[in-house]
């Protein structure tokens, strides 16, 4: 979807402001927010494309103007609400229904929070040769997704050059429209800063996107 | 947020803002329901204060510059490359180790949310999750990078990632000039999170070898 989680390219937010002597949490409550987030997706309810999406439905003002942490809260709750891990009751009195509908889930422990701490791996083993190659030459689509998608507005109907195939990834599209993994060929694209930003940017800058396949068309065919 | 606005006073004296109420009331059910569990919550924030961090991606940085073997693997896989040397910890699949030249800057965004290498730089810090870094750093890097103080040479070209996919990009700074007699261990304190991210670069002076 087109909301302001999708930031690239835009202006008026002011200056980079780099905290000196950044602490990794600013108060403690974020760690647990953090602590929670792992714990959840460790359940393997729903994975991260999920929470990214509940994340790009946040209204733009509340995107704003909600710290990280912040953000990060609300969705937690409201996709666990949403997809039942808890009632709005259950949630409200902190006390669990003596009958619940969820299924037995396996919490992460601290016995195997190790387990945690490797990023998961999110290429998948199939049948199928990629259509492109490094160094062919691609236009993105112009998408219009209400959904989820990876492919951001500023590198869309963009002529790019293929410079690396990553394997055959888990589609955050389709893991977010219908529930499926649907694994797509995964490029690392190169444009000229100048084929997205035109004369606003000097000859020396490119941009690189990591774009799957059904966002890329071939120009002399499709 | 303003204090006063959010602050409520409980009985036992103490105060809690909205958010950390709402933080607290998730973690309750969730543990009343067994589905987390506080001691693993507990340890991951130690996993993350204390753990990972830069301090991970500056000793792989380092052993790219004293060892040509290893920075060669580090480019073409850099997970594997990582994993496979003892002293490591484990990273994740597609990890990729991007390496600045005399001709050549790298910077890494996630202009859609906050993806960032993890296991080698620890959690992000603020202004890589910011509206200022994500929107601007794609059509204006030169002029972030300033506001980093970093000036690059007119004519260098420079590469902006933006990792839109699972996979995690990491800076591989150029070893600053005459640290040829340095060892790994010294110049890996050289190697800023900054460096590793394309925002700052690594650097060397008399004085900073003095200090040690």
Redesign the interface.
């Known amino acids: 979807m087109d909301s302001i989680?999708?930031?690239?390219?835009?202006?008026g937010?002011?200056?980079?402001?780099?905290?000196h002597d950044?602490p990794?949490?600013?108060?403690k409550?974020e760690?647990?927010?953090?602590?929670?987030q792992?714990?959840?997706l460790y359940?393997g309810l729903w994975n991260i494309d999920v929470f990214?999406h509940a994340?790009e439905r946040i209204r733009p003002n509340e995107y704003?103007s909600w710290s990280?942490y912040?953000r990060w809260?609300h969705t937690?709750?409201a996709t666990?609400l949403e997809r039942g891990?808890?009632s709005d009751e259950?949630?409200r009195s902190?006390?669990?229904d003596a009958v619940?509908s969820?299924a037995p889930?396996v919490?992460?422990?601290?016995r195997d929070?190790d387990k945690?701490?490797?990023?998961?791996?999110?290429?998948r083993e199939g049948m199928g040769e990629p259509r492109f190659c490094v160094g062919d030459m691609v236009i993105t689509k112009e998408l219009r997704i209400t959904g989820h998608t990876?492919?951001?507005r500023?590198?869309r109907d963009k002529i790019g050059t293929i410079i690396a195939i990553?394997?055959r990834?888990?589609f955050?599209d389709a893991v977010v429209s219908h529930g499926k993994e649907d694994p797509q060929w995964?490029y690392?694209v190169?444009f000229e800063g100048s084929e997205?930003?035109g004369e606003?940017?000097?000859s020396?800058?490119?941009?690189?996107?990591?774009?799957?396949e059904p966002y890329l068309l071939r120009p002399e065919y499709d | 947020m303003s204090d006063s606005d959010h602050h409520h006073s409980h009985e036992d004296g103490s105060t809690l803002t909205d958010i950390q109420k709402r933080v607290k009331a998730l973690e309750s059910i969730l543990v009343s329901k067994g589905l987390v569990e506080r001691a693993a919550i507990d340890q991951i924030i130690e996993h993350f204060e204390h753990k990972v961090g830069p301090h991970v991606g500056a000793r792989v940085v380092a052993r790219a510059w004293v060892n040509p073997e290893f920075k060669h693997a580090l480019l073409k896989d850099a997970t594997q490359a990582i994993n496979h040397q003892s002293d490591f910890p484990e990273v994740g699949q597609h990890l990729i180790a991007i390496e600045n030249s005399d001709s050549l800057h790298n910077v890494v965004v996630c202009t859609l949310c906050s993806c960032y290498p993890w296991d080698v730089l620890g959690l992000p810090p603020v202004w890589y999750k910011s509206a200022p870094y994500r929107s601007r750093i794609v059509s204006d890097p030169r002029s972030v990078l300033k506001e980093f103080g970093l000036k690059l040479s007119v004519g260098k070209k420079v590469r902006v990632w933006d990792s839109t996919a699972e996979t995690r990009y990491l800076v591989i700074p150029q070893r600053p000039v005459g640290t040829e007699a340095i060892s790994e261990s010294e110049l890996a304190k050289l190697v800023t999170r900054d460096s590793m991210i394309g925002t700052g670069v690594a650097s060397f002076s008399a004085e900073s070898k003095d200090h040690g």
Do not use: C, K
């Open positions: 989680h999708d930031l690239g390219g835009m202006d937010f002011g200056p980079v402001r780099p905290e950044e990794v949490f600013h108060e409550w760690g647990s927010v953090l602590g929670l792992r714990s959840i359940l990214r994340q704003l990280y912040e809260t937690l709750i666990a891990l808890f259950e949630f902190g006390i669990a619940s969820s889930l919490p992460l422990t601290s929070t945690a701490f490797v990023r998961g791996n999110f290429e990876r492919l951001p500023y590198a990553r394997g990834h888990v955050p995964l690392t190169e997205i930003w606003a940017v000097d020396t800058v490119s941009n690189l996107i990591d774009a799957f």
